[in-house]
């Protein structure tokens, strides 16, 4: 099936001249605020570890930055409180947390892949406070903290960190490598540590992915002094799930890694002191451990299983399996556990439950699981035409609506449709809304935020699936069908209107298959663009476009022209009549045209040669002015877009891996990258100090909509909203 696309509607985006105006005021934006947490969740946050330092706390890390604290965690109803820990930015986006550890209630220390660790003295509060700081080059893996004054940390690059006063405002960390790698006759793998465990300051053990332990008596020292060993067991690793140490003592460590627990009760004794037990059957592979003395230690796998222990070094046959959490078998299992004590044990899994039990030597049946991480939707798709009305879209289907985009989560409305779910939205004039569903129906509203009753489904031509759709206004939409077909309705908001479908593309033979075998000659229209109510343009996959002056008018109305020298899946923008400019990601070159309906001779390529590997966006917001943003963190501008290549002109804003680009109907324009950033401006033909930048958000933004100089609204991934106002 192919995507189902939607056409950026530009012709109501026009001013004079094209150049908008002089200036407009600086945009301070709001934090990202939730706003679509609409049940059932499409996408889920996963739980990655977990530290208990007493009964009443626990605090668990969630994927995307987030920590989440409680002081009832083995309740029948937990009360978890979550906030945003770990803001870092990196050079591939933003951070995520690997491990925490908490040696009392006081504090807390957790670590990233952006070489980072973050502290916090008040973690069980209802608004804790996080400290980041940059301790390491690469990822940190693990961490282990026997007091609030002392943590080791491991890396992917097999360094131990050592930390004295971790979480003090002159915190003093040492990096020392510590881990050989695995070295063979025919192979080297590089040294990665996976987890660490410091019973005491006078006792570090780190394991790594490939069976080596390195362990230290005086981890604290100026100069600390690693021993380096191999356990001799091939099952004590399994790829794709690290499992982890824990050392409730410098007389004990167990090691939870692949089919294996591996003990000693020498840890620093070197590789003849540790004994493996096959305690795990294929498939499944130990995935986290926590013991809380000599005498009680429990395992997490990726079956959902606990394995408890009240004799750990006693071999196999010590060790019971309980069934505790199915929902986490197949998705990695348990991602961490930790036991404060004999009567308090939590794990976490990717699945975002917790499993808590009073009685880890119980039943299965004592294991609650409780579904706590937060899930999300994310918004693909905004368009906010004007500053009382906002519409979003999501990947669960969902409509987003608010007619104060910026009251914040309260403001906005979350529905569906009771259909296949909305794949795509757009509107124009106010209040008129349109888009597709995945049932191949068109969805249509003049009061978006009237909620479902607002909104009317039409089937417009039987089996056939539109793949995209533009309307100029609430007089005019066109819809894209299967073998070259439009759909056109003059009505559209009338419930029972009749839609008219007409073979606009009409390539055959050479022109439909000349890139390869084609689908039945299916021409694949998949764009469309329509500034006004008499006129609209279509892009296929094989380079053509048809365009009309009459798309109302029947087949003999539609011109087709081929345009482009690629096969391509590409996007179709015209702000009116007079100028189309088609586009797709991975070219470096666009069609463009002042005379759409005027046949192949009347549309050229503009080849942008390396231009950023393609373009990340085009929007044309009158015929003398497009805006684009390619994958290098360049705007490129033309005040002649139909002119030549000469005069775009390409402005570095700075961005990193660019998502979009959009110019609203007052004149602002804005480019979203991966990194959270905005960077605006209302003369995009300015230069570079034309564009303001601005930090919006720590997760990548995805979508935007500015109906006004004092006004702009973004999305981010995980279904959260910021909001830029003037003054």
Known sequence: MKPLR??????????????????????????????????????????????CPASALCVVIESGGRVLTSRRPAATAPDWRTVRADRAEGS???AELQAVSCPSVSFCAAVDDQGNVLTSHDPGSSRPQWRLRSVDANAVTGISCPTEAFCVA?????????????????????????????????????????????????????IDRTGGVMSS?????????????????????????????????TKLCVIASGLDLVTSTQPAGGSGTWTPARVEPVPTFFTAISCTSVSLCVAFDTGGNALVSEHPAGGAGTWSRSPVDPASAGAFGGAGVSCASATLCLGVDRAGN??????????????????????????????????????????AGNLAVSTDPSGGGAAWSVFDLKGAGVSS?????????????????????????????????????????????????????????????????????????????TQADTASGFECGKYGPGDGCDPGLESISCPSTSFCAASDENGNVVASSDPAGGASTWTLAGVDNAPTFGYITCPSSSLCVKYHDYSTSIAVSRDPAGGRSAW????????????????????????????????????????????????????????????????????????????????PAGGRRAWTFAKVDTDPLSVGSCPSLELCVVADGYGNVAVGKAG
Not at 16 to 37: E, F, R, T
Not at 453 to 464: H, I, Q, S
Not at 627 to 643: L, Q, Y
């Open 92 to 94: 591939s986006g933003p």
């Open 604 to 683: 050229h390529l503009a080849d942008f040669g390396t231009a950023g590997g393609g373009w990340s966006g085009v929007t044309c917001r009158s015929a003398t002015l497009c805006v684009g943003f390619d994958g290098d963190g360049n705007v490129i501008v033309s005040k002649d877009p139909a002119g030549a290549v000469s005069g775009w002109e390409k402005i570095h804003v700075a961005a990193t891996g660019p998502t979009s680009v959009s110019c609203g109907p007052a004149g602002l324009c804005a480019a979203l990258d991966q990194q959270g950033d905005v960077i605006t401006s209302a003369r």
């Open 154 to 206: 491991v890396d992917r690059a097999g360094d131990a960190l050592t930390g004295s006063n971790p979480g003090g405002r002159s915190p003093r960390w040492r990096l020392r490598s510590i881990d050989r790698g695995e070295r063979t006759p025919s192979a080297y793998t590089t040294p990665w540590l996976i987890s660490v465990s410091c019973p005491s300051t006078r006792l570090c053990v780190a």
């Open 425 to 501: 939205v757009s509107c124009v004039q106010r209040s008129f809304c349109f888009g597709l569903d995945g049932a191949g129906d068109v969805v249509l509203s003049s009061d978006p935020a009237s909620g479902p009753p607002g909104w009317t489904t039409v089937r417009v031509a039987g089996a056939n699936t539109p793949s995209a759709i533009s309307c100029a206004s609430a007089s005019l939409c066109a819809a894209t069908l299967g073998q070259g077909d439009i759909a056109v309705s003059t009505d559209p908001a009338r419930s029972g209107s009749a839609w008219t479908v």
């Open 6 to 51: 939607l056409a950026l509607v530009v012709g109501f985006m026009m001013t004079a001249g094209g150049l908008g105006p002089a200036k407009a005021a600086p945009l301070a934006w709001s934090s990202p605020v939730l706003v679509d947490n609409h049940r059932p969740f499409h996408n889920s946050l996963p739980l990655l570890g977990v530290s």
């Open 354 to 395: 917790t499993v808590a039990t009073n009685d880890p030597l119980g039943p299965p049946s004592r294991w609650l699981v409780r579904k706590v991480a937060h899930g999300y939707n994310r918004i693909l798709g905004m368009s906010c035409p004007s500053t009382r009305l906002c519409v979003a879209y999501d990947d």
């Open 217 to 249: 008596r005086d981890p604290a020292g100026a100069r600390p002094r690693w021993r380096f060993a191999r356990v001799k067991d091939t099952a004590f690793t399994s790829p794709g799930v690290a499992g982890g140490i824990s050392c409730p003592s």
